[in-house]
């Protein structure tokens, strides 16, 4: 049985999951955010999935950033794999809005987040349609 890393799940929220990944969104105010986590131990890098878990894998970011960039109308959708912070491999996808509070600039290391009160959470995620 995998686990999520303790920061990811202390900075995220439930968002559904796949066969092959957690789907989660960062709860932060600032920001429409998603986050993939292949449900793998230790696995820290894209490239170290078999090849068709890594086409699974492409398929569903690319769903869930084309989902995104739907419901919000962003300028910009964002896709990265860091893990400078984080070892367990996960993928951010972060819809970008000019004049956003780090436009054009990353979001990550920027200002404090401003988390959704319990039991909120942000209007895009009620027309996000996660099994694409």
Do not use: Y
Not at 9 to 35: H, K, S, V, Y
Not at 51 to 71: C, D, F, I, K, P
Not at 116 to 121: E, K, L, S
């Amino acid at each position: 049985m995998a686990t999520l890393h303790p920061r990811l799940a202390a900075d995220t929220r439930a968002l559904g999951e796949t066969e092959l990944c957690w789907l989660r969104w960062m709860n932060d105010q600032r920001f429409a955010w998603l986050i993939v986590v292949p449900k793998r131990d230790g696995l820290r890098e894209w490239h170290h999935l078999p090849a068709e878990e890594q086409v699974s894998l492409l398929q569903q970011v690319n769903g869930l950033a084309t989902e995104l960039e739907r419901v919000t109308g962003a300028d910009k959708i964002n896709v990265g794999a860091l893990g400078n912070m984080v070892p367990q491999l996960h993928i951010h996808i972060i819809a970008r809005f000019e004049g956003d509070p780090c436009w054009p600039g990353p979001v990550w290391g920027q200002g404090a987040p401003v988390p959704w009160p319990d039991g909120q959470c942000p209007d895009w995620l009620a027309g996000l349609d996660v099994g694409v």
